[in-house]
């Protein structure tokens, strides 16, 4: 294998004649974009990051056209985490947290969480939704769980993030009849010496060559991931005629304004008396039916 460097990747890898296949994952500018938006303490940071890799990760074992997300619950620390990951390698995420967090691990800060996994597949097909206790001393363990409850596939994760950069590696068993254990337990078990500096540093073919240099590996072209907001002034706009004419005309009347930021990538939109009326009448407007040639 050659040199290359992976910077805002998704690497798909099979080990050949084996019913393992894998994927890996870097965000670099696209993490920095987050954080830009939302600075966070490193213990919340480091686990933002995991999320956003282990969701882009996720979202490519799937064929579908709309979006993944992946979503904590719990009572600890960290209140509310959502990362959305599309079918376009596009992914946006939010974290709240709350106190001091300074050496916190991952099972303090996600106290009597839950993790939940809604898959939209786009184009009118039935969304999905699993569910499970956050458990284990990492997000990756929590993950594992979830695939051996909800999918009944083996998946392996590893998952790192630091200040600059977010990775993760996802070995999987392929759904078939019967398996070989021993191709699976071997590649696992060699993926288990992957550290996070490794994960972080090595481009896709030194790192495969440094786990499976006797494996053959057949190592897909990059797909490149990005950070992108769906927040739109038409979305805002119709959040805003779900509230009603005359909460919006209080809202406008005790505030002076309407003023929204997106929480995932700080994105204003403001809206005056003039931009309500106009909102509403637009809203009230009958449709004119086609007219017959």
Same mark, same amino acid.
């Given at each position: 294998?050659?040199?290359?460097?992976?910077? /805002?990747?998704?690497?798909?890898?099979?080990?050949?004649?084996?019913?393992?296949?894998?994927?890996?994952?870097?965000?670099?500018?696209?993490?920095?974009?987050?954080?830009?938006?939302?600075? $966070?303490? !490193?213990?919340?940071? =480091?686990? +933002?990051?995991?999320?956003?890799?282990?969701? &882009?990760?996720?979202?490519?074992?799937?064929?579908?056209?709309?979006?993944?997300?992946?979503?904590?619950?719990?009572?600890?620390?960290?209140?509310?985490?959502?990362?959305?990951?599309?079918?376009?390698?596009?992914?946006?995420?939010?974290?709240?947290?709350?106190? =001091?967090?300074?050496?916190? /691990?991952?099972?303090?800060?996600?106290?009597?969480?839950? +993790?939940?996994?809604?898959?939209?597949?786009?184009?009118?097909?039935?969304?999905?939704?699993?569910?499970?206790?956050?458990?284990?001393?990492?997000?990756? #363990?929590?993950?594992?769980?979830?695939?051996?409850?909800?999918?009944?596939?083996?998946?392996?994760?590893?998952?790192?993030?630091?200040? #600059?950069?977010?990775?993760?590696?996802?070995?999987?068993?392929?759904?078939?009849?019967?398996?070989? #254990?021993?191709?699976?337990?071997? =590649?696992?078990?060699?993926? #288990?010496?992957?550290?996070?500096?490794?994960?972080?540093? +090595?481009?896709?073919?030194?790192?495969?060559?440094?786990?499976?240099? !006797?494996?053959?590996?057949?190592?897909?072209?990059?797909?490149?991931?990005?950070?992108?907001?769906? $927040?739109?002034?038409?979305?805002?706009?119709?959040?805003?005629?779900?509230?009603?004419?005359?909460?919006?005309?209080?809202?406008?009347?005790?505030?002076?304004?309407?003023?929204?930021? $997106? !929480?995932?990538?700080?994105?204003?939109?403001?809206?005056?008396?003039?931009? &309500?009326?106009?909102?509403?009448?637009?809203?009230?407007?009958?449709?004119?039916?086609?007219?017959?040639?």
């Amino acid at each position: 294998m050659t040199k290359t460097t992976d910077t /805002d990747c998704l690497r798909r890898f099979v080990f050949e004649n084996t019913d393992v296949r894998g994927e890996l994952v870097w965000l670099d500018a696209s993490w920095r974009a987050v954080l830009e938006r939302q600075p $966070c303490p !490193e213990p919340v940071r =480091d686990l +933002l990051g995991q999320a956003m890799a282990a969701a &882009v990760l996720l979202s490519a074992t799937i064929k579908f056209d709309g979006y993944l997300q992946l979503q904590l619950q719990g009572n600890g620390p960290i209140s509310l985490l959502v990362i959305e990951a599309t079918a376009a390698r596009t992914m946006r995420g939010i974290v709240h947290w709350d106190g =001091d967090v300074e050496g916190m /691990d991952f099972s303090a800060l996600t106290r009597e969480a839950r +993790l939940m996994i809604t898959i939209d597949p786009g184009t009118g097909g039935e969304r999905y939704q699993g569910m499970v206790p956050v458990e284990g001393e990492s997000l990756a #363990e929590t993950l594992e769980h979830y695939f051996a409850r909800s999918e009944q596939l083996a998946t392996r994760l590893w998952l790192a993030a630091d200040n #600059e950069r977010a990775g993760g590696m996802l070995l999987q068993q392929l759904p078939r009849e019967s398996h070989n #254990e021993e191709d699976w337990n071997r =590649d696992v078990m060699l993926g #288990e010496t992957l550290t996070d500096e490794e994960l972080l540093g +090595l481009s896709a073919q030194e790192l495969l060559h440094r786990l499976y240099h !006797e494996e053959d590996i057949r190592l897909f072209e990059s797909e490149p991931v990005s950070f992108r907001c769906s $927040c739109s002034s038409e979305r805002i706009e119709s959040m805003l005629r779900g509230l009603g004419y005359d909460e919006v005309r209080d809202i406008l009347e005790e505030q002076g304004g309407i003023d929204v930021t $997106c !929480e995932f990538c700080a994105q204003s939109y403001s809206y005056d008396a003039v931009d &309500v009326e106009r909102l509403f009448a637009a809203a009230d407007q009958p449709e004119v039916p086609p007219t017959r040639h």
